[in-house]
């Protein structure tokens, strides 16, 4: 009830006619996709690139903070599994710790951190590797650090489920047939820690796309993300019925991620009940 209801509301309301001061008129109006799309040409409502210009930038940082979450929790998730009960519910409990924190609260440390005068530039010029201070913050790489290090969690957890299952004795044995270190990570490792990988993924690539809060703190006025652009919508021009197209267009992306995901793991699932029945 408490999600089909909100996006049912937002489904209507996207193919309804703007209000003039706000709120909606009962008509059937398809130019809020058509501002999108490209088939919006009358007076009121024009196509504009700029609407899916935004969109794909929001895909390409959501994307570029996948991979960088990736690579920094791949080989974490590997050296943690790997360690003694003990110390790796000590690092497990570190990994979630920032969920105790506000997340203003840290994002406002980072601005800190990146802005002209922070600690990173400083650090820099006092080692003598930058002469001057860099252009960090309000920027697409600030947005992009912002993001990886809020969602670092949702991917490590996934990964670390998947690898933890990770029988070394394989590994051991791929070795010992002669296999290369590179033949090993692909024949077996990679296979095995793919659920994982992907699982990882969408989980921080689905509330990537739609992040408002991060770019409004990180990257101020010069990085648009279609959050922004959504929660502009309905909260400053009072648009709801574009505002909620917007939406839509952000949910169609995340529901064909989410197709895709599940037709692998469908054929995962499939040749592995294959396999055993070949066995037995």
């Known amino acids: 009830m408490f999600f089909i209801t909100p996006l049912a509301i937002m489904v209507i309301y996207s193919f309804l006619e703007p209000g003039l001061y706000g709120g909606v008129v009962w008509n059937f109006y398809d130019l809020n996709y058509g501002r999108i799309l490209g088939w919006a040409d009358t007076r ?3 196509f504009d690139p700029v609407y899916l210009t935004i969109f794909l930038r929001s895909v390409r940082l959501a994307l570029t903070t996948v991979l960088m979450s990736l690579v920094i929790c791949y080989p974490a998730a590997f050296w943690i599994s790997r360690m003694p009960q003990g110390r790796k519910n000590f690092f497990l409990f570190l990994i979630t710790l ?5 997340l203003v609260v840290r994002l406002f440390a980072w601005v800190l951190i990146l802005r ?3 600690f990173l530039n400083q650090a820099l010029m006092e ?3 930058i002469s001057e201070p860099l252009n960090l913050i309000f920027t697409d790489t600030a ?10 969690p949702f991917m490590f957890l996934p990964l670390y489920a998947s690898i933890e299952k990770l029988d070394m004795s394989l590994v051991e044995a791929s070795a010992d047939l002669g296999a290369t270190r590179l033949q090993t990570f692909r024949r077996i490792i990679l296979p095995v820690t793919l ?3 992907v699982g990882g993924s969408i989980i921080v690539f689905i509330p990537s796309l739609g992040n408002f809060i991060v770019p409004s703190v990180l990257g101020g006025a010069k990085v648009m993300m279609i959050g922004n652009l959504i929660e ?3 909260l400053s021009a ?3 019925p574009f505002g909620s197209a917007l939406g839509m267009m952000v949910m169609a992306a995340v529901l064909l991620l989410l197709m895709i995901y599940v037709r692998m793991m469908t054929r995962e699932e499939e040749y592995a009940t294959a396999a055993k029945v070949k066995e037995s």
Not at 98 to 102: K, N, T
Not at 143 to 152: D, E, K, S
Request: charged residues 10%.
């Open 195 to 197: 659920p994982g990988i």
């Open 116 to 118: 002209p005068t922070g």
């Open 232 to 234: 502009q919508q309905f």
């Open 127 to 129: 080692i003598g590797m």
């Open 98 to 102: 920032p969920f105790f924190v506000s």
């Open 143 to 152: 947005v992009v650090i912002g993001m990886t290090y809020v969602f670092i």
């Open 238 to 240: 009072r648009n709801w």
């Open 44 to 46: 009121y409502e024009k």
